[in-house]
């Protein structure tokens, strides 16, 4: 009970603190974020801002469109959003995951993973993409526009960026080890300094707190700088 009571002070207290967008997109139920993750998000894209971070910001794991809308809402104008998703149903884990998460995908792939407060799963919608689309328009946004871009497909196939991109701000949002890993991967090669990758799951699924640990281990300019609801990871300035 104690801890419950916890939980819910915790949630009013970060709730109060976002902006009006974000609320919005919260009362909306357009995202599975916590109040709590969203300020993080909030917060460190507008560090990013204040430090002049050079590059775009991407997501990977759009659903709904929640946290992709908030994040091109306060991104910079001269900065552009791509977002990154299957737009369909999630792709099983791999050995690599955890039982929770195959327990997760379990009930997803039988038909009985019930939405947020109490709406359809995202993942069965017929057309997901447009559905998203449609969302963006209702926050003033054109999801097709000059400066955001939705892609459609497999990871694998779609995450590729050209010689010249940088990236300021990541947001990782795909649940499972593998998708994590190589969404970390294609991030860092185009990650300035002082950019940062927020990851959704870190907290949730063994499996993306592995990638991001081996990541860590592997990149010594990484750090984590905050690891609280969601994993916050900045790029040292050299």
């Known amino acids: 009970m104690l801890d419950e009571l916890k939980t819910r002070l915790a ?3 970060h709730r109060h603190q976002l902006t009006d967008a974000a609320q919005a ?4 139920r357009l995202t599975y974020l916590s109040p709590a993750k969203l300020h993080n ?3 460190y894209l507008e560090q990013v801002e204040e430090d002049g971070v050079e590059g775009d ?10 946290s992709a809308i908030l994040i091109a809402k306060l991104m ?7 977002g990154f998703d299957l737009f369909g149903t ?5 050995a690599r995951d955890t039982a929770d998460s195959h327990a997760r995908y379990e009930v997803i792939a039988s038909g009985r993973s019930s939405g947020i407060g109490g709406d359809r799963y995202y993942g069965y919608e017929d057309d997901l993409h447009g559905k ?6 209702k926050f003033g946004l054109d999801a097709n526009g000059p400066h955001v871009g939705l892609v ?27 998708p994590v890993a190589l969404c970390l991967a294609k991030t860092y090669e185009r990650l300035s300094p002082g950019g940062v990758i927020i990851l959704d799951d870190y907290n949730d699924y063994g499996g993306c707190r592995t990638a991001t640990t081996d990541f860590l281990r592997a990149h010594a300019d990484m750090r984590l700088a905050k690891d609280t609801h969601n994993a916050v990871l900045v790029r040292d300035v050299p």
């Open 90 to 94: 999630i792709p099983p884990p791999s």
């Open 76 to 82: 910079g104008p001269d900065r552009s959003f791509t």
């Open 11 to 13: 949630e009013t207290y």
């Open 152 to 178: 459609k497909g497999l990871f694998d196939d779609t995450v590729a960026f050209a010689p010249n991109k940088k990236i300021a701000f990541a947001h990782i949002d795909c649940d499972w080890h593998d």
């Open 25 to 28: 997109v919260h009362e909306a």
């Open 57 to 66: 910001c991407v997501e990977y794991g759009v659903a709904l469109g929640g």
């Open 41 to 43: 998000l909030e917060r």
């Open 132 to 137: 998203v689309v449609r969302n963006f328009r």
